[in-house]
Nanobody, 124 residues
Framework: QVQLVESGGGLVQAGGSLRLSCAASGPTFSSLAMGWFRQAPGKEREFVACISMDNSKFYAEFLKGRFTISREYAKSTVYLQMNSLKPEDTAAYYC??????????????????WGQGTQVTVSS
């Protein structure tokens, strides 16, 4: 069983930055592909970024280079660096992990484990 704990959310002004962290428990972090999703009130869960077991990265097109996903194997942690934040980035951000899809996936149904979420609020 893998447990994921997100941190780093908060309130930030438009144009600011935040770094989200997701710490994974268990000895198998290197065999997991990791993803970040977000969900705003009244909206569907939305893919943000994913990173494969061997560090290949894939991003949602709408990000236009503003966010960067990375992972630190020694700390079993995945990060989401968010720059040039906009009010429309306001959402609960969720970390997810999958054993089945080694490259990661845009489809939230293909992830096996989820964190509890961390709120990001961007004021205008």
């Amino acid at each position: 069983q893998v447990q994921l704990v997100e941190s780093g959310g908060g309130l930030v002004q438009a144009g600011g930055s935040l770094r989200l962290s997701c710490a994974a428990s268990g000895p198998t972090f290197s065999s997991l592909a990791m993803g970040w999703f977000r969900q705003a009130p009244g909206k569907e869960r939305e893919f943000v970024a994913c990173i494969s077991m061997d560090n290949s990265k894939f991003y949602a097109e709408f990000l236009k280079g503003r966010f960067t996903i990375s992972r630190e194997y020694a700390k079993s942690t995945v990060y989401l660096q968010m720059n040039s934040l906009k009010p429309e980035d306001t959402a609960a951000y969720y970390c997810a992990a999958t054993r089945r899809y080694t490259l990661g996936s845009e489809n939230h149904q293909e992830y096996d484990y989820w964190g509890q979420g961390t709120q990001v609020t961007v004021s205008s």
